[in-house]
């Protein structure tokens, strides 16, 4: 029998799954996480989520389910970080594929409850957006979390919703969500992340390094990408908090809404009509401003982040040197501490360019690492 985890959010909510699941049963327990292939535009360049359609090397798990793979891949131009986290992560990975609406997700979630011959569910958000009503102003990505509820409670197999981290996805503030979710039931701690612990070497999740950061004990201001609003890291921030899956839904009332969506279309038009937006279109409209600027030779910007230089041209200085100048100026905001992506976008860094930073930083200044954070020097 192996452990059912649903990773609701996607991306970096299967990482947090992967704690939560170390944190309740240990880290060799055997689990299967569930996860969206539903990721940032600086992974998948397609807008919205990836079907078991869009990929290739997965293994069929039931008529609909299909397991990730290290061997899996996904066909392009699409993109997606989900079959090297099945070669990082402990649990096996599936994938959930929402073109069929909570129905379809219901099918996939019923097929993963007899694959692993669970009794229950778990279903683990990191951040908060499961228990969202929809009028938060900052709210951005709902859709995917109120999917999930909606199918399991379509279902109907007993299960239970784990908050971790409130707020720390930078999205809706830990101080509104925090009523809502009512005392937490643990802490993450330290030994908990053994088994993330290299994922953040590549991985771009914000909202899990962070968690991560906070379990193992990182305390401070830390900066995020594109957000004027920093995370205060203290031990709330390893928090995590249980609900019943009946709490969460009267929290939720996309998810409510969500109950007959038959497919992913309808699912948009709902999160529409009860938020008033469909991030799926804010993706559309963001990754045509992308092609946009390609097209008319902005876009160099792109091969200059894998180069590891600014916008079309090499710095005079090094990379050590241009780091420094960033790392005084972005001290002097208030920051005690930053995450690895905000320095690989606002350095306009490749992976290659910033694994090299890394191990200069490792090497002249071991007081910066705060893994997965980077602790700011202000001299």
Known sequence: MKSLLIAAG??????????????????????????????????????GPRGRADFTGTVPAGDQLRLITPRSAPLPPAGSSLPRLAADLRPELGLLDPYEGTPGLAAQIGEAVTHCGADRIVVVDVGGDVVTDGTEPTLRSPLA????????????????????????????????????LGAPAFALEAADTEPVGAVFDWHPSEASALLVAAARGVRG????????????????????????????????????????????????EASRQVCGFSEIERERRRALA???????????????????????????????????????????????????????EELRLGLDAFQRLRAQLMAASPARDAAPLWRLHGG
């Open 10 to 47: 996607g991306g970096g909510d299967a990482i947090t799954a992967t704690l939560v699941h170390a944190a309740l049963h240990g880290a060799d327990a055997p689990a299967l996480v569930l996860t969206y292939a539903w990721e940032r535009l600086v992974v998948d360049p397609v807008p």
């Open 145 to 180: 979390d109120a999917l999930v509820l909606a199918a399991c409670a379509r279902l109907g197999t007993p299960a239970e919703v784990y908050v971790a981290g409130p707020g720390l996805d930078n999205e809706v503030p830990a101080e509104l969500l925090l009523p809502r």
């Open 221 to 268: 201001v830390c900066g995020t990408r594109d957000s004027e609003r920093p995370i205060t890291l203290t031990s709330d921030a390893a928090h995590v908090h249980r609900l019943t899956l009946e709490d969460a839904l009267r929290l939720n009332p996309l998810a409510r809404a969500l109950a007959d969506a038959a497919d992913l279309a309808e699912a948009e």
């Open 290 to 344: 992308l092609r946009e600027e390609n097209a008319d030779g902005t876009g160099a910007a792109t091969a200059a982040r894998a180069e590891g230089a600014p916008e079309g041209r090499r710095a005079p200085e090094g990379l050590w040197d241009r780091f420094l100048d960033w790392e005084r100026t972005t001290f002097r905001l208030g920051l005690s501490h930053v995450t690895s992506r905000r320095i690989r």
